[in-house]
């Protein structure tokens, strides 16, 4: 069975420039998650998606950073215009329902804002 | 936040034993996961404890007391490819779904 996928692996950009991440999260996985790593941290959840909607974007920063699930499968995790601050890696996570179940993660997405 | 704590550096030898301890204080508790990550790579999953007491997995065990607000991961007969971090995370009742990770121990096993 294939894990959660992420792409692209690494993205390098300029402050100001807008840049998009992708998550394929595992087949069946119903609950679908965007976590920020910092180096030396462990992950923040940002957003939370229960199928299609977003049941917990408190710690999303909604003034440069979106996502969006359309169709209750993969997901798109956007941020414009980047910043400085914003390098970090970017990790998606599926589980098969939410509440307590494991969730289960993707090999991130490195990005380098500079 | 939650308060999460854990050591950040554990060093050991091949064929040791290790435990990684975690506290932590939160209202609600709702389960307590051990993940593992080598550098670079995704978390991947260890253990859930929920109720207290020791689950044992193969080489790696993890216990839980929920009244002390404490955890640890055990790892038995150490291998080099042990080395990376383990990270300790919350669950809570209120925010379903939600976890709560601490800083993450950093383990480096020596030949």
């Known amino acids: 069975e294939a894990g959660v996928v992420q792409s692209p692996r690494y993205k390098i950009i300029e402050k100001k420039q807008p840049v998009a991440f992708w998550c394929n999260p595992i087949s069946g996985h119903n609950t679908l998650y965007w976590y920020l790593q910092n180096l030396g941290q462990g992950p923040e959840l940002l957003i939370r998606?229960?199928?299609?909607?977003?049941?917990?974007d408190s710690q999303l920063p909604k003034d440069r950073f979106s996502a969006e699930r359309l169709k209750g499968v993969d997901s798109t995790l956007k941020i414009q215009p980047a910043e400085l601050g914003d390098s970090a890696v970017y990790l998606c996570?599926?589980?098969?329902?939410?509440?307590?179940?494991?969730?289960?993660f993707g090999p991130g997405t490195r990005l380098t804002v500079l | 936040g939650q308060n999460i704590d854990q050591p950040t550096e554990m060093t050991a030898t091949e064929g040791a034993i290790v435990q990684i301890n975690c506290t932590y204080q939160t209202s609600g508790f709702n389960g307590l996961f051990w993940y593992q990550q080598h550098a670079g790579e995704a978390p991947t999953f260890l253990s859930y404890?929920?109720?207290?007491g020791l689950e044992e997995k193969g080489r790696f065990s993890s216990f839980l007391s929920r009244s002390k607000g404490y955890s640890y991961l055990l790892l038995k007969e150490l291998q080099m490819k042990d080395s990376a971090s383990y990270l300790c995370a919350v669950a809570r009742g209120s925010t379903l779904g939600r976890l709560y990770f601490g800083r993450g121990t950093q383990l480096t096993v020596w030949p």
């Open positions: 404890n929920v109720l207290d």
């Open positions: 996570a599926s589980s098969l329902r939410g509440g307590s179940d494991t969730q289960y």
């Open positions: 998606y229960e199928n299609e909607e977003a049941v917990d």
